[in-house]
């Protein structure tokens, strides 16, 4: 691989008719594009973590009650499809 690939944000032209290949630098346009994109991703990874949390913790209110109404770890698990999870301190 190229140091000028790891060393500067460029772009690789291929003519795909003569298989001359061409350096550049990125645009304005597309490193504009570039950050959007990132910028997205880590909005979406932590949306994602978020709604992992929450979802993690309704499952453990819910098993919460489930017991505080009586049932045993195995009818909790049976019924919530998940092993009953116990807080840690």
Same mark, same amino acid.
């Given at each position: 691989?190229?140091? %000028? +690939?790891?060393t #500067?944000?460029?772009?690789?032209?291929?003519?795909?008719?003569?298989? &001359? %290949?061409?350096?550049? /630098?990125?645009?304005?346009e597309?490193?504009?594009? %570039? /950050?959007?994109?990132? $910028?997205?991703?880590? =909005?979406?990874? *932590? *949306?994602?973590?978020?709604? %992992?949390?929450?979802?993690?913790? $309704?499952? =453990? $209110?819910?098993?919460?009650?489930?017991t505080? +109404?009586?049932? #045993?770890? /195995? &009818? @909790?698990?049976?019924? #919530?499809?998940?092993? @009953? #999870?116990?807080?840690?301190?």
């Open positions: 691989m190229s140091d %000028q +690939l790891t #500067t944000a460029t772009v690789l032209e291929v003519n795909c008719i003569t298989g &001359e %290949q061409t350096y550049r /630098e990125h645009t304005a597309e490193l504009a594009m %570039q /950050e959007a994109y990132m $910028s997205d991703i880590a =909005a979406k990874r *932590a *949306a994602d973590e978020q709604a %992992q949390a929450t979802q993690a913790a $309704s499952l =453990a $209110s819910a098993q919460a009650k489930l505080s +109404l009586g049932l #045993t770890a /195995e &009818e @909790v698990a049976a019924i #919530t499809g998940q092993p @009953v #999870t116990t807080p840690t301190s």
